[in-house]
T-cell receptor, first 114, second 112 residues
């Protein structure tokens, strides 16, 4: 079974600074997808970024980028120029190719401080 | 395009009762998945439906059931409620299986 580990339960960052959230996963699969989801205090889960395991290039979405290390089974999220609206729970998730259920980590609570 | 909607948003029940939660996916999405979110266990997969057929089921007791209608709307039912069923129940829809999932705002169930 796949597992996803987020080792940082809580983090804080100053506004406009850069922060990196860690995620490691365990799988014997070769083809899979990785995601970062954001859940603000309003509770709506929002997809931040996705990465296909077969792609070597790291995904980027505006201020959000990932560092995907397949051999190390590591998938960290970097948030640049942090904004107050980035305050949320961030979940790392894994999805095996050909199998829909997302496997989530426990989450990292990020606070952006003015 | 409207997002995933879930009703009701909040629900309070007592032990032993049953409850039905509803989820309307994004228009055109045919896959609906359900997740339970609790502080202790985090996000756990309940089940997934595609074209009215259950494709996957998580490790939950038979008290948890679901179904999907021809318009892709989905319901989940929990019978004989227990205190431990108190949670945020999230529904997610996707265009097809294996596609990225879009989540609804959730239904907060409290069992007293």
């Amino acid at each position: 079974a796949q597992t996803v580990t987020q080792s940082q339960p809580e983090m804080s960052v100053q506004e406009a600074e850069t922060v990196t959230l860690s995620c490691t996963y365990d799988t014997s699969e070769n083809n899979y997808y990785l995601f970062w989801y954001k859940q603000p205090p309003s509770r709506q889960m929002i997809l931040v970024i996705r990465q296909e395991a077969y792609k070597q290039q790291n995904a980027t979405e505006n201020r959000f980028s990932v560092n995907f290390q397949k051999a190390a089974k590591s998938f960290s999220l970097k948030i640049s120029d942090s904004q107050l609206g980035d305050t949320a729970m961030y979940f790392c998730a894994f999805m095996k190719q050909g199998n829909t259920p997302l496997v989530f980590g426990k989450g990292t609570r990020l606070s952006v401080i003015a | 395009k409207a997002g995933v909607t879930q009703t009701p948003r909040y629900l309070i029940k007592t032990r032993g009762q049953q409850v039905t939660l509803s989820c309307s996916p994004i228009s055109g999405h045919r896959s609906v998945s359900w997740y339970q979110q609790t502080p202790g266990q985090g996000l756990q997969f309940l089940f997934e439906y595609f074209s009215e057929t259950q494709r996957n089921k998580g490790n939950f007791p038979g008290r948890f059931s679901g179904r999907q209608f021809s318009n892709s709307r989905s319901e989940m039912n929990v019978s004989t409620l227990e205190l431990g069923d108190s949670a945020l129940y999230l529904c997610a829809s996707s265009l097809a299986v294996y596609n990225e999932q879009f989540f609804g705002p959730g239904t907060r169930l409290t069992v007293l």
